[in-house]
């Protein structure tokens, strides 16, 4: 009991005042806490996901690039063995080192799923300065112990080591054999040593490696005479350029230099947009948090503005009162945040499992065994969980800063005062909606502006939803009077009359909402886009492909002449072939599509967006033209009377762009050539797969069966009907959108908390009034009525208003958002359903709220009511 | 004999430690070659007939083989090198079944490469690592050719010798060609060198003593004209080393009147010399006389401190033959001629002053010390 009157921050008295005011209202604080928590939970653990991904990602990476600062990449076919000879003793480069690599599976055992290793296949006598965990390397502080035995692992065939805890893990002892599975056959491996990693990273890095000689890893892949890449330690400076020149020299005219750093990046950057749409969509589940924490504060200031008005008297300052609301909305933030935190952590660990598989189905391969937890993400999930929480406060710790000395600031003035800052609140909203429009409409790419405009707009809408309720209800209070009589009125002018409360709740519904339906639209869209353009390219009634690895773009060939093969077999009347092969480039791998088909056949198949289909056609097919996907325009700004600079097997050469086509396998965007260009400048006749189109009357499933015995043994191709096709395509589809699904939900979920929280407030806070009418002679169903029929105009309100914004949302997702993120053209679409849906989400989560006041309301005695206060 | 071969000196390591020689481990190349396994491989038992110039070609058929090059150099003006180039073959197993990629072997090479800039008192000294396969190591006879990446020793002609010696390492580099000198000599019984009381325990051995030779040495930014005289050792083996042997000092010492003296003395782990120890007289004729550990007496004094290893090394040595009535002084050119590689060995370029038959003589020559343990070792 210290002497208050000077001190800045409020006396324990107060503070006991507050803690009675928490205590008291457990359900309005424990929501509170709720909403910080489920905020804070999202936006960490998405965080969570990412760096965990990203992490595994880099640290396999550098497991397997080592200390390498070039690579040396040869494109389809890869290099040949001479390559590396001509590196080494022509042009005298003494830190090279040959890799063979892919990525093959141990089939599960006993129910158990696959599991898939990297097979790093190296020559140890090279790998000294490389990989350290390999080799040791002198003067590392820390040296990785192995019981390997060189002899064993480079004569005998199929001999492989791995890390010790990975051999534990599937069983496997020194001397044992295990079978993989590696372009779709199956060998054995023999387990001739473990490596032992001296350190967690590297223990990390390698858990998934499976090492072999270079020799028994290009035996065991089928790849016997070609490297997939040699790296080289170049030092920089004058001496490294020579060393880079006398390389270049020596080497094959199809083999590019790249340096290593750049892979890491290219990935790092192929998967940003993806990560930042992750972050951005966690985010929006905060701002819906936000709402709640605003709610509940306001509604605590406006519940005790008696007694701060009293407590002002007594001396206490305003600084005072205003650490007051703060401290508590502190509390709050505290206690959010830390059960956040924790909740964040456990939610990441089942998102970082979506968030792989998605990266997996369409960028890399990575595989996260471990959730990473660097402070920095809790840091800042604490920071922005407190930090929102007290900017949210920070109005309503204003307001109560207001409150004259003793002067009790009726609910009729506070009302007043709402109404007459509802012009300026709609101002400001209207404002932030025209800030958001010139902030999206801001030319560039950059995202984070896009977003940040995003934000804006759905601000200004939540500051609009007020004059918008008021409006509406205007318009409702007659039908209303009619349906309901008094309390159908009383209801809707219940509802304009205690806006203050109201208003927020609302705002808040329509934001979540909104949110579920704009995020609902744009993957319904975009299903319904690819659907459509599934489609059209895929025309063909058979598809037979080579096994791709997992994330991989290339995968095996096939030998065309199973494709001259199955072309003979009866029902069978045309064969399209389709090559793909990564070239590599300096800035990152570009993806190339060959298709060999007839002109009438790729017309039917690819739909241009931009150039003309008697130009684009005959040059693609006889001119030596390329065309180029819409991603791969965006990307990379190289559109139609561009050229594409690829490495051929003769060196560089530019390919003139004729046309942009839709696409949507690849946000990494395809450059599509015509099977006639591609063997001119690459002699690589092989392909990765070809389609039939069956003579008319031919029976599909026949035509498949006939495929799958006879030449279905090669090498374990996949022949797929076109039905079965599409419908793993949209799994596939279905999958990636998974986690942007999850997140929705979760945005949904925190803001039907906020609603419950709010309008439950509001109704509890009726008491009085309700007593009222309830010693005026209302009966408990009346007051049941009226109350749910209030909330269930207000949800009725939220999801009017959240369809022009939710669909505000969805364009500005699709027209902006991902055409920046991954430049595709989306063709919006609103079904009927998912409106509707809103409509009753907003509805149910209005009535349920108003579920409990009503009970409580109809059950307490009217005079128990009016003694309340 | 030039007793340097990876495996003996690795597993005069071991033989005292269980731990590696090098803490380097993993798939270390390095440790690969302490393997013992000596089933299946041919093995020295008795002389066999030499034949130049297969022999100067690989016997795949034998666990270890080299090709050891040591000279001293130098230049018009005086400026004095030592040089080393050796070429180790090593076995990884005795046999393979046929495989498809070209780059299975079941040869492991590797190649040290030494320069010692007697005048810059510096010693520089690399090494390299290859598998035996696509060309990138390797050994022929016919033309003769042996070389690790671009490391290599051949044929001038579709002779050797003359020998052309090419090596270089950032900015030290050598390019000689040796001329024919006296022919080869087979040590030991024949060519039969023994290295332990165990038969078995031998090793295959010839040496081209004294070839005169020229070429340059590149050092940094300069390139110096040198001649001299350059000495080959050719040693193919299965095991050599006994159980308790530590590790042997060798010498190869081109003395001033035409002759060459070869003397190993291979030390037991309480430092007591190896009855097995012998070596050559070569007289300047070329006659060879096979010198016991009865007829020679070998004296380190002083003692040098490596740095790097914390080895402890004779600093210098008195060699006495009395038979010859030779009395030689052996001093190192530089103190630290260790070469930093994967096993750590003295090996150096030493002048010689003496006397014999009263006389004065004077020579130059090499000298490898293996075995002396390192601080960690010791």
Same mark, same amino acid.
């Given at each position: 009991m210290s002497d208050s009157s000077t001190a800045t921050f409020p006396s324990p008295l107060l503070w006991r005042s507050s803690l009675r005011y928490l205590v008291r209202h457990p359900w309005q604080f424990g929501l509170a806490v709720l909403g910080v928590a489920l905020g804070v939970a999202v936006v960490v653990s998405i965080d969570l996901a990412n760096v965990s991904a990203r992490r595994a990602f880099t640290l396999s990476t550098e497991a397997v690039t080592g200390k390498a600062t070039h690579q040396v990449v040869g494109g389809p !076919?890869?290099?040949?063995?001479?390559a590396f000879r001509r590196l080494v003793v022509e042009a005298g480069i003494e830190r090279a080192a040959p890799v063979v690599e892919d990525y093959v599976s141990i089939p599960g055992r006993d129910g158990q799923p696959s599991r898939t290793l990297h097979l790093l296949g190296v020559d140890p006598f090279s790998e000294g300065p490389f990989r350290a965990y390999l080799s040791g390397t002198p003067g590392d502080s820390v040296t990785d112990r192995a019981s390997v035995d060189l002899g064993p692992l480079l004569t005998r065939p199929g001999a492989g080591v791995l890390p010790a805890a990975t051999a534990r893990e599937l069983g496997l002892r020194v001397g044992d054999s295990f079978t993989v599975r590696a372009a779709g056959t199956e060998r054995r491996v023999e387990l001739t040593g473990t490596l032992e990693p001296a350190n967690e990273n590297t223990r990390r890095a390698v858990a998934d490696l499976l090492v072999m000689d270079i020799a028994a890893a290009q035996e065991l892949l089928g790849r016997v005479g070609r490297l997939d890449r040699i790296d080289l330690i170049i030092p920089e400076g004058a001496e490294g350029r020579r060393l880079l020149a006398r390389a270049v020299a020596v080497l094959p005219a199809k083999a590019q230099v790249l340096a290593a750093s750049g892979r890491t990046r290219t990935t790092e950057e192929m998967t940003r947009s993806f990560r930042l749409n992750l972050t951005a969509l966690s985010l929006l589940a905060l701002v819906c948090g936000l709402f709640l924490i605003y709610n509940t504060i306001t509604f605590s200031v406006v519940q005790r503005r008696g007694l701060i008005g009293t407590l002002r008297a007594l001396g206490v300052t305003r600084r005072e009162v205003f650490a007051l609301v703060l401290g508590e909305a502190l509390v709050v933030a505290l206690l959010g945040s830390a059960v956040g935190l924790g909740a964040g952590v456990l939610l990441g660990r089942g998102l970082v499992r979506l968030v792989t598989q998605t990266i997996n189905d369409l960028y890399f391969v990575v595989s996260v065994r471990e959730l990473t937890v660097p402070s920095a993400t809790l840091l800042e999930g604490a920071a922005l969980g407190i930090g929102a929480t007290l900017l949210a406060a920070l109005v309503p710790a204003l307001e109560a800063t207001q409150a004259p000395p003793r002067a009790v600031l009726s609910r009729s003035a506070l009302e007043a005062r709402l109404r007459q800052a509802l012009p300026r609140a709609s101002a400001l909203g209207a404002g932030l909606l025209l800030l958001g429009g010139g902030l999206l409409a801001l030319p560039g790419e950059l995202l984070g502006m896009s977003f940040a405009g995003l934000f804006a707009v759905i601000l200004g809408f939540a500051l609009l939803a007020p004059v918008a309720t008021v409006g509406l209800m205007r318009l409702l209070r007659r039908p209303l009077g009619a349906l309901l009589g008094v309390l159908g009125k009383m209801a809707a002018n219940g509802v304009v009359a205690s806006l203050s409360r109201t208003a927020v709740a609302i705002a808040a519904l329509v934001i979540a909402v909104s949110v579920t339906v704009g995020v609902g639209v744009m993957i319904a869209s975009f299903r319904q886009t690819v659907v459509r353009w599934l489609e059209m390219s895929l025309q063909a009634d058979v598809f037979v492909s080579a096994p791709t690895r997992a994330g991989g773009f290339s995968g095996a060939a096939i030998d065309p002449e199973v494709a001259r093969r199955a072309a003979a077999l009866a029902g069978v009347a045309q064969v399209n072939s389709i090559r793909r092969v990564e070239i590599p480039s300096p800035s990152s791998p570009v993806r190339l599509v060959v298709i060999g088909t007839t002109a009438t056949g790729i017309r039917r198949s690819f739909e241009l967006k931009d150039g003309r289909p008697d130009k684009a056609w005959p040059a693609f097919q006889d001119g030596g033209a390329v065309l180029v996907s819409e991603p791969f325009a965006h990307r990379?700004?190289? !559109?139609? !009377?561009a050229a594409v600079r690829l490495r051929t097997e003769r060196g560089d050469r530019d390919f003139p762009v004729a046309g942009v086509y839709y696409d949507y396998a690849s946000d990494r965007g395809i450059v599509l050539m015509s099977r006639r260009t591609y063997l001119r400048w690459w002699n690589d006749p092989s392909l990765s797969g070809f389609s039939l189109y069956l003579a008319p009357g031919a029976d599909v499933d026949r035509v498949v069966e006939l495929l799958r015995r006879t030449i279905g043994a090669e090498r374990g191709l996949s022949i797929q009907s076109n039905r079965s096709l599409k419908k793993i395509s949209l799994e596939i589809f279905d999958r990636t959108f998974l986690i942007t699904g999850v997140l929705r939900l979760l945005a949904g979920f925190v803001a039907f908390i906020g609603v419950l929280s709010s309008l439950m407030a509001l109704q509890l806070e009726r008491a009085r009034e309700l007593g009222v009418l309830r010693a005026n002679g209302m009966t408990p169903g009346q007051v049941w009525q009226l109350l749910t029929s209030q909330t269930g105009l207000m949800g009725l309100a939220a999801g009017l208003l959240s369809i022009p914004v939710g669909l505000t949302l969805a364009a500005i997702m699709i027209y902006v958002v991902n055409r920046r993120s991954f430049g595709w053209t989306i063709r919006m679409e609103v079904g009927p359903q998912i409106l509707l849906e809103a409509l009753a989400l907003a509805l149910a989560a209005a009535i349920l709220a108003g579920l409990y006041p009503a009970f409580r309301m109809s059950r307490t005695s009217p005079a128990l009511a009016l003694r309340e206060e | 004999m030039i007793l340097v071969s990876v495996t003996l000196l690795a597993a005069a390591f071991l033989a005292r430690s269980e731990q590696p020689l090098t803490p380097r481990a993993s798939l270390s190349v390095a440790t690969t070659l302490r393997a013992a396994n000596e089933q299946g491989y041919a093995r020295a038992i008795e002389p066999r007939d030499f034949r130049f110039p297969a022999d100067h070609g690989p016997h795949p058929e034998f666990r270890t083989e080299w090709w050891y090059y040591t000279g001293n150099l130098e230049t018009a003006e005086g400026r004095r090198f030592g040089f080393q180039l050796t070429f180790f073959r090593s076995a990884l197993a005795p046999d393979m079944p046929a495989r498809e990629s070209a780059w299975a072997t079941r040869q492991a090479w590797l190649a040290h490469f030494t320069v010692s800039d007697v005048n810059g008192g510096r010693f520089h000294s690399f090494e390299r690592w290859s598998r035996g396969a696509i060309d990138l190591a390797g050994a022929r006879a016919e033309p003769f050719r042996v070389w690790v990446k671009d490391w290599t020793a051949e044929a001038v002609g579709s002779q050797a010798p003359p020998m052309h010696l090419a090596a270089s390492e950032g900015d030290v580099e050598i390019d000689l060609v040796f001329q024919p000198g006296k022919p080869p000599v087979l040590q030991g019984d024949r060519g039969l060198s023994r290295k332990s009381a165990e038969v078995g325990n031998a090793s295959y051995y010839y040496s081209l003593t004294r070839m005169p030779a020229a070429g340059t040495v590149r050092l940094g930014g300069e390139r110096f004209a040198v001649t001299g005289l350059a000495w080959m050792d050719r040693e193919w083996s299965t095991s050599s080393l006994g159980r308790d042997q530590a590790g042997w000092d060798w010498f190869a010492l081109q003395l001033s009147d035409g002759s060459e003296l070869m003397l190993y003395r291979l030390r037991h782990q309480d430092g007591a010399a190896d009855p097995a120890s012998s070596g050559t007289v070569v007289a300047p004729t070329g006659d060879a006389r096979h010198l016991r550990l009865s007829d020679f007496q070998i004296a380190g004094s002083g003692e040098w401190r490596s740095p790097r290893s914390g080895a402890r090394y004779p600093a210098q040595w008195r060699v006495r033959i009395p038979s010859e009535e030779l009395d030689l002084k052996v001093q190192p050119l530089l103190a630290d001629q260790e070469l930093d590689v994967s096993f750590r060995y003295w090996e150096g370029a030493v002048e010689i002053t003496g006397t014999q038959r009263g006389r004065p003589i004077r020579g130059r020559g090499y000298v490898e010390l293996t075995g002396y343990p390192t601080a960690e070792h010791r």
């Open positions: !076919g890869g290099l040949p063995d001479d990379t700004g190289v !559109g139609r !009377g | -």
